[in-house]
């Protein structure tokens, strides 16, 4: 059937197209957000629509095809599914359904017709009546639909140019009309205008945000410095950035100078055993260094440390132009083309895949994050993570660190937390490495999305050791692609302040670190007219967002806050020689005190150095510091695999052997058209077997509670004599088992959400157990989950074609 | 306790004693004993994976969970913790070695070094049984034991071990199951003189004259794998015999064909003298019979091997009306779809050597398909290669393209998309297919068997694989003992080659692709496997079912499935839903076919496996099973003493149970 003829006569059905289109613009002034069925956002307008169209369903959604209607409006291509229930008119808008792409996603649209296929661009013509229409997606999705014999001829072509014509390769210029085309209308922004930011995150806007992470690493000697409030000493860092606690304002400002982009070194975070990371552009060496300059400099990269490990990322790591031509490579390869003749033949997969070099470069950040994080494993020292600019390998290499080592990193708050941190705040440039605009292809290179990819490598080893998911790391890899997102939206917090027109007043108390205006607050000066992309109920229905978080997760270690105190068996001393102020380079894996490392320190300037410190660093503690780095198990096979998994703060140190770096399947190849192509029995319960098995206990639990509670207190006295029942119940209590009950009571209440409204995501085509659910709480108790189908034999549909080469 | 800790095979992991085996629903406590000893023979990849997943779960609860109120909570759940163990592990005595009843050893050499690739040189102590090699040292905390069965060897070579002094000899023992460890010793006492010696005798027994460790291995099992497939039984689950087909007694001495089964499914209206001339036309005499059949449509998997058409291009009236017979005992279809296996080129060539395969001119409405699959030197040759890419060594750089240059995986998906089209074939054209290569013992069995787990959904529980591979594998007739070369010192012996790892693994693929829709684990695929070799079951031995007969297998030795089904939830995947009727169609394409790192890498320490998350599933299941019954305690003391007022407010709560997923964890 896929691209089955159709029969010769055709329903020729003339649909008054200029009367509909009349229809859904007055539909925009009505109260009503509904428009045949499509839930519009205010303002939307339905441009196209044609009926009786099948989407190809992934193997995730279930495989096989969904029928109903599909619309294209200024802003996407949504498909409402056949018996999807009425749009609620009061609920909030969601920018897109669970079947919609954002027009600003779509890189491609190929009409396949009974004997050709054709890639349609606004300028082209169709000599057929499609009968495929294949969308390919900026994000690796491709959109299937299939129109029925039935879908009137007109609208199959009409609909195919109005995407052709709407979509909007992207040109400078063109982003603008289809912001507005999402946000632009007043009730729009007046919504957005009302949302309120998760409280549960850290958006490191404000001091108190950057306190506040000090407090949690429990980091002493730092404070916040706001002297770049108005972005006088560097452009491109934020606001609020952490210093050394004895480098007073008006020391620090002489250090900016020192630094590419002013980008001095500036604390990141602190690994339990008291060491510090930090992050720094390259060194300005054509400068004259003052004495005073010199201990100010000492003193912003050491911290309150004797040694210095400078971590260079300049060199052994991918450039943005090797990862962006990598990126390019495996998209190629993994999404294939039906309107391209070329394809990667598939008995040459492997080989294909590993010259692209994707995944080496995964490995080359995964390890060297993993020697950063060995590093401050060993405490007390500070390891500056130093590249060119600062603002890419240091992104992804601090935020890899982190999500190792940090346990509340693996969270979803933590995870956005690191994000705004070390991404968002820290000025990644956004706006020019994905290229949005289309005017920066020189600067395009998806750094971010190979973050996202090392992170997914980490927890596609040690998936119960995050919080989140692999479905939540898809969704942000996908809304990279959609830019409407204040996040992704600018370089540095510089732009994105300006951008909102709002920058801050000229005037800002020396001491005002809590002047802030109040969060939420409407008229938060901070608040961009753009969501941040953390806002996930804009993009994403509830029941999709359940997934985001692992129903049964460790719970994260409740007191992260160590004040860096954890006994490492370590002694301080061990890789300083005594001298204060000990730094080395690690390079390509080796150590290295270099004379001319910190320029002040070398020949031409250090004149003034050398009178207060008699004896340059010795070579004699590199070895304490390679034994650390040996420890990661990079170079040798984990001694003692128990150990590892003990303690919360060993890092999670990812295997980096052939086999274990894999390709991020459910990202990269659901594109894949044939993969769509059969029934998935898995994927037809719409909640993870897990998610409702939690569910479940938490009922049983909440029923014991229950009936503990009815129990006559005479009984009190048997209790006692059954210890086990006890142990058991104080267990319960204290959630030493292997979830927190208050997620699962959340998901308990999405659940029940999900029954009440069998929506388009429960909409399988074959009735299953988990469909077959009641909504009664109580009547889903040995059904929901592993009920026996009792209807005929089932086979999937299977519309493509088999496989024709053996 | 000495007995549990039997082998931590993995150099790297701690000789965890083994979680005591729970008591099984048969008889518990009576079987206690001879239960404690089952975990023994299992083989060193059982403990190994049981370690790992162990560590895993005790490190997940430590993290959390004072090692006290783990405790407590053992004794709530009466669920064996591992920590308990954890104490006891320090007792144990690691120069003894495990010993499986009936097991005894030949030879110990104290000083002995193992080469280890991956951690160094290690000094201890190597001791040969008639049934494994156990390497101990204690040089390393916790103590290094290695431990191989002697079956999986496939050769041994004296190497040059130069670097490790003079007068020292080493030997590499190179094995079936994709590692060759290497020992060094000095040539001083008679002890080590003895080792290869030892080692040869024992590894080859037949070779030598002796018999296989599976008749002297004594373990007792509750229950009797031996009575797990029942022909009669499987073809009544299917229908048969029906109007169509009847279950035919005319092979009961093996006189039509030495290498089918005594019983075996033909059409009714096939005359004895009819078949016996179909019998002379067919290679080795192996009849087209029926396999599957589809319990709604008829339609039916018929395999057999190729016709004897020779360079002539010979025809056989008998063979023709067979085959129309068959076709017609399928009322849906006007068609017969004939698979033949091979590459369409061999099979021509074959008919130079008397074979060759039909001629769609004189079968009237048969369709031949060629499926393109390369033969059983092929295959050995890409796993060969496979084990250079894999052992000892990985290099990371060229990992990927590596592994394409195996073609394994290639030939991987040949075999399943082989086995898709033949499985759609029956279910969407309703069309009868006869599935043949050359013989019909390879790839007819790896087509044949694939498809019917794709169609047939009771093959996918754990039952109904012991049963399809005691079906389409070996009352069949794979030749096993040549395949796998069982006892027998011929290693350059060319009829060997891993048709079955890679029907397994092909299984493997489709466990990967729908996870939920199979009763089984990965465990129990790499257990099979794993005996496969071992020699420790009577399972796999030989090539037929008239030579187990002959050589008493099902009364001398035990049968891997008594094993298995003594201790069935260390195999069951707890994520196991009944896909009653669905169908599976995996995708045969290399971009969703991976390597099964876990079974061909595992003994590389760096491969750690992934973390099981079905433990998490496997905790809640048992957190459900303990709430669920704690309710019903509550409630029933409840209604007790409160039965006036609020018994029947109560009394419908615990319901929970019946789930039909194994809350036995």
Known sequence: MLTGSKTTFKVRQMVPDIKERMLSHSGVHARGREMFGLCCLPGECVLQRAVLVRKKLSAREGGGWLSGTLFCTHFRVAFVPQDSPKPDDNADPVLLGDHDVALASIEKVVAVGPSRTKLVTPNSSLKFTPEELVLYCRDLRVLCFLFDRLTPDTQAIEITYTIAKTYQPLKPGTLFSFQNAALGSIEMKQFLSNRRRDPNMNWFECPADWEQELERTGATGWRVSSVNDRFEMSTSLSRFNVVPQKVLDTELKKTFAHFNEGRIPRWCWRHPRGSDLLR????????YHEKDDIRNLELVLFGGQQVCVVVDLGEEMPSPADIQLAHTRLRALCLGDISASVTVPDDKWLSTLEGTHWLDYTRCCLRKAAEVACLLRGGHLTVALQEPEDRDMNCVVSSLVQVMCDPHSRTVAGFQSLVQKEWVMAGHRFLSRINYHRDSDKEEAPVFLLFLDCVWQLWDQYPGRFQLTGDYLLALHDSVHIPLFSSFLANCQRERCRRSQHLPQSYTPINGLREMLPRGASDDPTDPPFPPVWDWALQYSSQR??????????????????????????????????????????????????????????????????????????SES??????????????????????????????????????????????????????????????????????????????????????SIVRPANAAKRQESHRPEANLNQNANNETFLFASSRAAQQHHASNRATAHPSALTKTPHPTPATSRSSNRDNNKHTFLFGHQSEGRHVPTRNAKLPKNN | MEKQSSGSDSPVLPAIPNRKPRTLGVNPGSRQESVDSLDSPTGSHVEWCKQLIAA??????????????????????????????????????????????????????????????????????????????????????????????????????????????????GVEIVCKDMRSPRFAYKMEDQSKQEIVGMLTKYAFPLSNDLPLFAYQYKEEYPVDGWKVYDPVAEYKRQGLPNESWTISKINSNYEVCDTYPALLVIPTSIQEDELKRVASFRAKHRIPVLSWIHPETQATIVRCSQPLVGPSDRRCKEDERYLQTIMDANAQSHKLT??????????????????????????????????????????????????????????????????????????????????????????????????????????????????????????????????????????????????????????????????FVQFIDCVWQMMRQFPSAFEFNELFLITILDHLYSCLFGTFLYNSEKERVEKEVYSKTVS???????????FSNPFYVDYENHVLYPLASLRHLELWVSYYVRWNPRMRPQMPVHQNLKELLFLRAELQKRVEELQREVSSSHSLSSSSEHTSSPSHGGTPLHTTV
């Open chain 1, 622 to 707: 590199l070895p304490g510091l390679e034994r650390l780095i040996k420890a990661c198990s990079l170079t040798e096979p984990p001694q003692n695999t128990n150990t590892a998994f003990h303690d919360p703060h060993e890092p999670l140190l990812p295997l980096l052997l052939g086999p274990c770096v894999r390709v991020w399947k459910d990202c990269y190849l659901r594109g894949a058209l044939h993969a769509q192509a059969f029934s998935h029995p898995m994927s037809s319960i719409t909640q993870h077997p897990v998610e409702q098995l939690a569910c479940e206990v938490q009922q049983l639990r909440e029923k014991l509670a229950q009936v």
């Open chain 2, 338 to 499: 004939i698979f033949d296996a091979r590459q369409s080129t061999v099979a021509e060539t074959n008919k130079a050597k008397d074979g060759g395969y039909e001629n769609e001119n004189f079968y009237s409405n048969v369709e031949l398909n060629f499926l393109e699959i390369p033969n059983i030197h092929v295959m050995r040759e890409s796993l060969r290669k496979m084990k250079e890419v894999v052992y000892p060594t990985i290099d990371e750089m060229r990992w990927h393209s590596a592994i394409d240059a195996t073609h394994w995986l290639e030939y991987i998906r040949l075999l399943l998309a082989g086995a898709v089209r033949i499985a759609d074939k029956l279910e969407s054209s309703k069309s009868s297919v006869v599935v043949h290569c050359s013989d019909g013992w390879d790839r007819t069995a790896q087509l044949t068997s694939l498809a019917m787990l794709m169609l047939d959904s009771h093959y996918r529980t754990l039952r109904g694989f012991q049963v399809l591979l005691e079906k389409e594998w070996i009352s069949f007739g794979h030749k096993f003992a040549s395949r796998v070369g069982h006892g027998d010192e011929n290693h350059a012996n060319s009829e060997r080659s891993p048709l």
């Open chain 2, 560 to 570: 891997l499935w008594s094993y298995i089904n003594s201790q069935l939830e260390d």
């Open chain 1, 545 to 618: 967002q359940a997934r985001f978080t692992q129903p049964v997760s460790q719970p994260i270690c409740s007191q992260p806050l160590l004040n860096g105190n954890l006994n490492t068996n370590l002694d301080p001393n061990q890789y300083g020689d005594g001298v204060p102020g000990s730094v080395f380079l690690l390079s390509r894996g080796t150590f290295s005190s270099p004379s001319n490392l910190l320029p002040w320190r070398s020949a031409g300037s250090s004149a003034s150095y050398r009178k207060s410190h008699r004896r340059a660093p010795s």
């Open chain 2, 56 to 169: 895993t779960i005790s490190s997940q609860i430590s993290g959390v969970v004072p090692p006290e109120a783990a405790a407590r909570e053992c004794k709530v759940s009466r669920r064996p913790n591992l920590r308990v163990f954890r104490d006891v592990q320090k007792q144990m005595q690691t120069d003894e070695v495990p010993l499986v009843p009936g097991e005894s050893v030949r030879t110990t050499a104290k000083d002995v070094m193992y080469i280890c690739p991956f951690t160094g040189a290690v000094t201890g102590t190597l001791t040969v049984t008639d049934y494994k090699l156990y390497f101990v040292s204690v040089e390393r905390d916790p103590p290094f034991v290695l431990d191989v069965n002697l079956g999986a060897i496939s050769r041994l070579e004296t190497i040059s071990v130069q670097s490790h002094g003079e007068n020292t000899q």
């Open chain 1, 280 to 287: 720094m552009a390259s060194f300005q060496n054509n400068i």
